[in-house]
């Protein structure tokens, strides 16, 4: 890319920047919360490419002034030390260009969101549930890893084991836009635990990971959600399954129907719960834009059908394959104790690449 095409685009994105940094200070945007959260946001998201601007404008004007030097300098010490210099500018010049590439990528606005995620047992019966539990052991492994909270809003174990289905709530730095690699369903190949003979078996869970909305995002009538309360189940004392803790919400215009038990405090729960509701009303919506978009990247099941098979863990070979790029990597067993970052740079990568070349950055 021209030099002069990247300048005039980041010239557009510091109008943007100081726009927004003047209406930020006016009374009408302070006294606007939705507004004001909204700037503020954008102002965050655009200042890493104000960062990599001012840098690259700082590395152009020493070339250009390396170069004028090279052509008037008659003094050969300081034409060496002009070429040695030109030669380390042009060398942090083009992977600056690449990184600024990148950066003007219109970001997803949903990416620096929390995350719910649910993973929940496919065909296989009760070894499906076990590789439920498997994967959710995984993930928490990651979050931990990440400094990022998990909570369990919901679940329903297995008979032998695992979880027939389980919601989480991840809050943290860019959890969506990190975790969202991770839905589609998730296949795994391996001699069962209640198989006597020694067969290899084929079963899946089916992983979706969707972003949190808030109350920013979308408001909830009262009058359209109707509240059950029942008695909890699980770990945390013989009070759990005496007191009316566990709170179920239907949403009565759409029919959507969540629940939460979290031990002995039904206030908690009905703010789980909410969250809960709200973000899946958020993604009727948002699941349209993901759709839109799907033709055009097939790195990304998350933005299109999640029940595409994206991923197989093939125990007696070792092996993880992540069909959406071709990769292959024979280090099951760190992967499943969720040392799962390098698959998801990779993605990020191919994602990346097929994004600039739509945008015709590239």
Not at 238 to 261: D, E, F, K, M, W
Not at 265 to 284: F, I, P
Request: aromatic share 6%; hydrophobic share 35%.
């Amino acid at each position: 890319m021209k030099n002069n095409l990247i300048v005039e685009k980041l010239e557009g994105v510091k109008n943007r920047f100081d726009e927004i940094g003047r209406q930020i200070s006016e009374p009408d945007s302070m006294a606007d919360m939705k507004k004001f959260v909204k700037l503020s946001k954008e102002y965050k998201e655009l200042t890493p490419i104000i960062d990599a601007y001012k840098e690259y404008k700082n590395i152009l004007s020493n070339i250009n002034n390396a170069k004028e030097i090279l052509s008037s300098e008659k003094d050969e010490e300081m034409r060496e030390m002009a070429k040695a210099e030109l030669d380390d500018l042009n060398g942090r010049l083009e992977p600056l260009e690449e990184q600024i590439k990148i950066l003007l990528l219109p970001a997803d606005p949903q990416d620096e969101k929390n995350a719910v995620i649910e993973i929940r047992a496919g065909t296989g019966g009760d070894e499906a549930s076990i590789f439920a539990g498997d994967l959710y052991r995984m993930y928490n492994k990651y979050c931990e890893q990440m400094g990022w909270k998990v909570e369990i809003y919901d679940f329903t174990e297995g008979t032998v084991g695992g979880f027939k289905e389980i919601i989480l709530h991840v809050k943290g730095d860019g959890v969506y836009g990190i975790m969202k690699y991770e839905s589609g369903v998730h296949r795994v190949q391996r001699v069962p635990q209640t198989e006597t003979q020694g067969r290899i078996h084929t079963s899946a869970a089916s992983v979706a990971v969707l972003p949190e909305a808030d109350e920013v995002d979308i408001q909830v009538k009262q009058d359209d959600v109707r509240i059950d309360r029942f008695c909890s189940s699980g770990p945390g004392g013989q009070s759990v399954n005496t007191t009316y803790s566990a709170v179920r919400l239907t949403h009565i215009p759409t029919g959507i129907v969540v629940q939460c038990q979290d031990q002995k405090s039904q206030l908690k729960n009905l703010d789980k719960a909410m969250t809960e509701l709200r973000t899946r009303l958020y993604n009727l919506e948002y699941q349209k834009y993901l759709d839109e978009i799907a033709s055009k990247r097939r790195t990304m099941v998350s933005t299109g059908d999640r029940s595409a098979k994206i991923r197989t863990y093939n125990y007696p070979q070792g092996r993880m394959t992540d069909h959406r790029i071709n990769l292959t990597m024979y280090n099951l067993q760190s992967i499943i104790d969720g040392n799962i970052q390098e698959i998801i740079d990779k993605l990020q990568m191919a994602e990346n690449a097929e994004r600039l070349k739509a945008s015709g950055l590239n």
